[in-house]
């Protein structure tokens, strides 16, 4: 059982370590829509939704921690 969690401790050690420094930066998206022309209005339609939901997100924590 001691080897089972010394094996697993140095399994996750570089994750856990990477992800709590990782935390103080933001999540980064990018979205490609048309912003005009023919299809300008979806394009912000798009544009509207992804913010709604990276709002919801953010409210309920963010993802992993971070915010988006």
């Given at each position: 059982?001691?080897?089972?969690?010394?094996?697993?401790?140095?399994?996750?050690?570089?994750?856990s370590?990477?992800?709590a420094?990782?935390?103080s930066?933001?999540i980064?998206?990018?979205l490609?829509?048309?912003a005009s022309?023919?299809?300008?209005?979806s394009?912000?339609?798009d544009l509207?939704g992804?913010r709604?939901?990276?709002?919801?997100?953010?409210?309920?924590g963010?993802l992993?921690?971070?915010k988006?």
């Open positions: 059982m001691a080897a089972t969690l010394a094996g697993t401790g140095s399994f996750f050690g570089p994750w370590h990477n992800r420094f990782a935390q930066k933001p980064k998206l990018g490609t829509c048309d022309g023919q299809y300008g209005n394009g912000q339609d509207r992804i709604i939901a990276v709002d919801e997100f953010n409210a309920k963010g992993l921690g971070r988006i």
